[in-house]
């Protein structure tokens, strides 16, 4: 079982196998299971507060078992694994918006989370194979969070408005300007891929060089807000 967790593995991870296939079919069929159950979301029932625990439980126990992961295997580093990039910050506020179910961060949760959680899963960036622990725990934790942000939203539909685009995304304009110009700068980290794109192929590609690729990212931003807006409004949200 050593092989199973050590820091390095005989089974590198390649994009659109079996495995990395089955994974993507599991995120697909959860998604759709959310949305078929929209309307016995109300917070009141039985089936929220089961998939809210669940769910939140989930999104624990993967944070914790990826650092105590990393700790003992003696690979820790602050520029690699705090969870600083947008997945890692949309764990935390799904957490938090399942454990307190405030307003601020149902919101937040509902627009940094299922896009980029659901991107990462299909571009990820990761060395191992299903061989390997991080693997699972990639794709469960990965998985888990659009699932938990996507539930959010439905189970609180009029939280989700226009005015809610913009708050979201100037709150995040300011917390890359914090990654941009002082965490990634001061730790050598690549938090937010501000610093480069992806060591894997993903959108991000096409975004250009130098400024060009700040400003494609920072409408891409907002643009993506925008039509998860109208796509939910358009699709689930309650008269």
Known sequence: MESFFDARSDYPFQVFTTSHLLALSIALFGFLCIILMKDRLPVKAQ????????????????????????ITQDIWNFS??????????ASLTAMAGLLSLRPFWIKLSFFIGIFPAF????????????????????????????WACLFLGLAFPNMITIRTVFSVYALLLVYAAIIGFLVNPLTESNYLYLARRPSTASPLDFFGDGVW???????????????????????????
């Open 47 to 70: 089936l929220f507060q089961r998939l809210r625990w669940l769910l939140f439980s989930i999104l624990l126990i993967s944070e914790v078992s990826y650092q105590y992961w990393a």
């Open 80 to 89: 690699i694994h705090m969870p600083l990039h947008l997945c890692g910050i």
């Open 119 to 146: 991107l990462a899963l299909v571009t990820p960036e990761i060395p191992y194979d299903y061989q390997h622990f991080r693997f699972w725990l990639f794709f469960i934790q990965h998985t888990a969070i659009s």
């Open 213 to 239: 690729y700040y400003i494609n990212l920072c409408l891409a931003a907002l643009v993506l807000f925008f039509m998860q807006n109208l796509l939910f409004h358009k699709l689930f949200k309650k008269a």
